[in-house]
Each structure stands twice: as C-alpha cells, then as structure tokens.
Nanobody, 126 residues
Framework: QVQLVESGGGLVQAGGSLRLSCAASANTFSGYLMGWFRQAPGQEREFVAAISWNGANTDYTDSVKGRFTISRDNAKNTVYLQMNSLKPEDTAVYYC???????????????????WGQGTQVTVSS
C-alpha cells in the first residue's frame, strides 16, 4: 500500500504563487506516473498535470499551461506542483495520485491512477 501525503496548500492572493509537494511512502515511486488533480466546491474532480516516471514527459490541462509546472525528485519520493500567477478559479482541493504504470497516453484519466492522497486546500483570493 502506497501512502501519498500532500502539503503546501494555503491562502494566497491572486497573482501569487504556491508550491505543492506530495511525498510517497514507497520506494517504488520512481517507476510510476504521478499526477495532480483538483476539485472545486460543487464540481467534478479534474486533471491538472502529470509527469512520467523519469520526468521526460509532462502534461497539463489547458487552463494551467504556462502558469503551473510539475516536477519530481525520485531520490526523495516526491512530486511537486509549482503554481504561479494564481487565479481565484484555481481555488480547489488539490490531490496527488500515483499511476498504475510509468507513463500514460491519457494521463488525464483517473482510471489510470491507483493511489490517491487526502488532498490539500488551495484558496486564491481576488
């Protein structure tokens, strides 16, 4: 069983930045796709970003391209989400997830992920 623990959320003004971290409990972290998803109040959970097992491939939803950057440190079993130029519409609970494989042709699909964290709240004020 893999445990994923997110941190780094909080309250920030529009235009500000936050860096989310997700630490994995297992040493198998380095072999798997990692993703970030978010869920705003009253909305479905949506894909934000994903990174392949070796960091060679990244994917982003259109609304965060150019503002968010996903990265990983396999030596630390940790994946990051650097969020810049935050907007009120970025307000959500952010979840990290570990994929079933090292990469995916459809990283935005939740079915491709096996383990999920508990989430961290990000609130962007206008």
């Amino acid at each position: 069983q893999v445990q994923l623990v997110e941190s780094g959320g909080g309250l920030v003004q529009a235009g500000g930045s936050l860096r989310l971290s997700c630490a994995a409990s297992a040493n198998t972290f380095s072999g798997y796709l990692m993703g970030w998803f978010r869920q705003a109040p009253g909305q479905e959970r949506e894909f934000v970003a994903a990174i392949s097992w070796n960091g060679a491939n990244t994917d982003y939803t259109d609304s965060v391209k150019g503002r968010f950057t996903i990265s990983r440190d396999n030596a630390k079993n940790t994946v990051y989400l650097q969020m810049n130029s935050l907007k009120p519409e970025d307000t959500a609970v952010y979840y990290c997830a570990q994929g079933k494989y090292g990469r995916s042709s459809s990283p935005g699909l939740e079915v491709g992920y096996k383990y999920w964290g508990q989430g961290t709240q990000v609130t962007v004020s206008s």
